[in-house]
């Protein structure tokens, strides 16, 4: 008689993704970025007799700039963090509730992230060049000295594909340049 044969294995549950919340859509935040909101908030947060029936509590007025920091997206001026108390807390009483928290990170999030994501790409254009402007471009010898660098037997057909596919086939000689740059890192998801 032959083996039994076992049944096939059921397959892979497919990772579960955050669901948004009616708040994160409302503000136009992902699943994620509403969890790093709540965590920020949670730090700071506290229970108000005032505020008995939020369940997340409240934060003091005066900690809403080390929320923000702790979010990664803190107030540029004395000036702007007073501009938020004003809209998040109009009637000063001290504490802010989360719904009205989240709206603010939410909105710091955003006016953030294009500013430093540039940043970010700039600084990485200038690892590969070398300089501190951004009017250099990458090139073949660029590329093969961040190979060697990072100890990668690189051939030279591949890094010439690497530069053809970032500059759009204008040339190896031509280099690649930091819009170029750019978009080759939101092609590859590093930015959005």
């Known amino acids: 008689m032959p083996p039994k044969r076992r049944p096939p294995a059921p397959p892979a549950a497919p990772e579960k993704k955050a669901r948004q919340s009616?708040?994160?859509?409302?503000?136009?935040?992902?699943?994620?970025?509403?969890?790093?909101?709540?965590e920020a908030f949670s730090l700071f947060s506290t229970s108000h007799e005032d505020y008995a029936d939020s369940k997340e509590g409240v934060i003091p007025t005066p900690s809403i700039r080390r929320a923000l920091?702790?979010?990664?997206?803190?107030?540029?001026s004395p000036a702007e963090l007073q501009e938020l108390l004003d809209t998040v807390d109009p009637e000063a009483?001290?504490?802010?509730?989360?719904?009205?928290?989240?709206?603010?990170?939410?909105?710091?999030?955003?006016?953030?992230s294009?500013?430093?994501?540039?940043?970010?790409?700039?600084?990485?254009?200038?690892?590969?060049?070398?300089?501190?402007?951004?009017?250099?471009?990458i090139t073949m010898g660029t590329l093969r000295r961040v190979a060697r660098d990072l100890k990668e037997d690189v051939g030279e057909q591949l890094l010439k594909d690497m530069i053809l596919e970032a500059n759009g086939g204008a040339g190896v000689t031509r280099g690649v340049g930091l819009d170029e740059f750019e978009g080759v890192m939101k092609r590859a998801g590093v930015f959005k």
């Open 22 to 38: 009616k708040l994160a859509k409302e503000n136009n935040i992902t699943a994620s970025e509403e969890s790093e909101i709540k």
């Open 69 to 76: 920091i702790a979010l990664g997206a803190p107030p540029s």
């Open 93 to 112: 009483t001290g504490y802010v509730a989360y719904a009205h928290f989240v709206a603010i990170a939410a909105l710091m999030l955003h006016s953030r």
């Open 114 to 137: 294009e500013e430093s994501q540039r940043e970010e790409v700039e600084a990485a254009f200038r690892l590969f060049t070398g300089g501190a402007n951004g009017g250099e471009r």
